[in-house]
């Protein structure tokens, strides 16, 4: 999502009267690549851009692409095949040793409904979207239409597809909370339909005030997270309410709203108080809930806690943080947050030399 608001602000810092833009998005891979389904590249008639789609090896080709579709106002799609040992094939030796395919969309800011401000609409949303994007058709028309999935989706028309087709696309990805492709021919016309899964911001409470938080919510600031800190309020330094949306008090941990996508971690460092704040957010079900501290702590704290097995909760996390001999606050906060992404991704946190097969599944 941090990518998507980047790409928006600079959609809206551009004088559309005098300059024109296309968006370049991964829309499907095979074997190998740096970024996945749904990475976005915006691209001006100028040449700049913002965001990307590879680790850089596929970034110059695209932008005389995306500058074609804005030239020709029409959608094209382009398979970068890096598989091969070619050495005039672009990628080849620079990592990617994959298929990667692109879409390149002109983006009328004319169109109230354009790719850009169906992105607009769900960069604050509290839950999953979907997106319906047509990524290869012998119609022109149809290449590079998308739709925001709402309620009514899979009552209405979408590129000539039946709507109970699209609600079986849409049902299968909500299923697999992972980008779909389907296959489809409607009204004679084979079309090849991206349904893209795109999750909301991650959203990270923080219960503690002391010095120590303030690197966690470094971190989470740079992955995009939207952090809420429970402390004493007036023991919050200028830095932490610089890098959070909220700072409450611990008073209001029972009203803080919590969804999937929300990771707690306990780190007030005082005893009784994680205690009191533990069985709270056991109630809410995050996706993860972490306490700071060695295990003995956390077995006291089973021992006190007579009506709750903390073996039973599948999201709890003591001691919180993958085990990377982590020592100074920096480290112990990216021990955690990688730890949170592992749990959000639902991976095992290892040493990737050690897994079978490909890195992504």
């Not at 620079?94 to 850009?116: H, Q, S, Y």
């Not at 079309?191 to 120590?212: A, S, W």
């Not at 920096?330 to 991704?345: D, H, P, Q």
Request: net charge negative; glycine share 6%.
């Amino acid at each position: 999502m941090k990518e998507i608001r980047k790409i928006i602000a600079e959609y809206d810092s551009i004088d559309h009267s005098q300059e024109k833009v296309a968006l370049a998005s991964v829309v499907n891979v095979e074997a190998s690549s740096y970024r996945r389904i749904g990475a976005r590249m915006l691209v001006r008639s100028s040449g700049l851009w913002t965001g990307g789609i590879s680790g850089g090896c596929l970034e110059g080709d695209a932008l005389k692409r995306s500058q074609k579709a804005i030239f020709k106002n029409a959608a094209s799609n382009v398979v970068y095949d890096t598989m091969e040992d070619d050495k005039n094939q672009i990628g080849v030796g620079l990592g990617c040793n994959g298929r990667i395919e692109v879409l390149f969309t002109p983006i009328d800011p004319a169109d109230a409904n354009n790719e850009i401000e169906q992105l607009r609409k769900i960069i604050d949303a509290k839950e999953k979207n979907l997106i319906l994007k047509i990524i290869d058709s012998r119609d022109e028309t149809l290449l590079g239409k998308s739709m925001l999935v709402d309620d009514n989706t899979a009552t209405s028309q979408f590129a000539n597809i039946p709507a109970e087709d699209l609600a079986f696309f849409i049902a299968e990805t909500k299923k697999r909370k992972s980008p779909s492709i389907f296959n489809i021919t409607a009204n004679n016309e084979e079309i090849k339909i991206l349904v893209e899964f795109i999750r909301p911001e991650t959203k990270l409470i923080i219960v503690g005030d002391n010095y120590d938080v303030l690197a966690l919510l470094e971190i989470a600031q740079v992955l995009g997270w939207k952090s809420t800190v429970l402390g004493k309020v007036k023991k919050m330094s200028k830095a932490i309410y610089s890098l959070c949306e909220n700072v409450l008090d611990y008073d209001a941990a029972s009203n803080i709203e919590i969804n999937e996508y929300t990771a707690v971690v306990l780190m007030s460092h005082d005893y009784s108080r994680d205690l009191k704040m533990l069985p709270i957010f056991l109630s809410k079900q995050p996706v993860y809930l972490g306490i700071l501290g060695p295990k003995k702590r956390t077995e006291k704290m089973q021992n006190e806690l007579e009506s709750i097995d903390l073996k039973n909760y599948n999201y709890f996390f003591s001691p919180t943080g993958l085990e990377i001999g982590a020592e100074s606050p920096e480290e112990i906060a990216l021990s955690i947050s990688a730890e949170i992404i592992a749990k959000m991704r639902d991976k095992q946190g290892g040493f990737l030399k050690e897994k079978q097969g490909k890195i992504h599944d």
